[in-house]
């Protein structure tokens, strides 16, 4: 079955760098698109970043010029490199997949979804 699995998260100083990874089993990583979003507590969970299907990007304002979304299609695993952390940036970090292949800024569009990794920037 299908397995995302995120990995990565921890606590850093506002200003530090973290870099989040989502491994993929039972689907092949280039025939999907992924996601990455975050739950804040008592928000809604948002869009970070996504990779499509033929490599195209896509970040939210709040991401961009601090985060980066890769894949290794090899690895299969798709990482989040998130420099410039802030404390807004605090909540729980999701990858999901979905299987048209290509990014939507809305979770119910996705079809499969990993655990979550927490990440908290604080002093």
């Known amino acids: 079955q299908v397995q995302l699995v995120e990995s990565g998260g921890g606590f850093v100083q506002p200003g530090g760098s973290l870099r989040l990874s989502c491994a993929a089993s039972?689907?092949?990583?280039?025939?999907?698109?992924i996601g990455w979003f975050r739950q804040a507590p008592g928000k809604e969970r948002e869009i970070v970043c996504g990779?499509?299907?033929?490599?195209?990007?896509y970040y939210s304002e709040s991401a961009k010029g601090r985060f980066a979304i890769s894949r290794d299609n090899a690895e299969q695993t798709v990482y989040l490199q998130m420099n410039s952390l802030k404390p807004e940036d605090t909540a729980v970090y999701y990858c999901?997949?979905?299987?048209?292949?290509?990014?939507?800024?809305?979770?119910?569009?996705?079809?499969?979804w990993g655990k979550g990794t927490q990440v908290t920037v604080g002093s």
């Open positions: 999901a997949a979905e299987t048209d292949g290509a990014i939507y800024d809305t979770a119910q569009r996705y079809d499969y």
């Open positions: 039972g689907l092949t990583l280039d025939d999907h698109a």
């Open positions: 990779i499509n299907r033929r490599g195209g990007l």
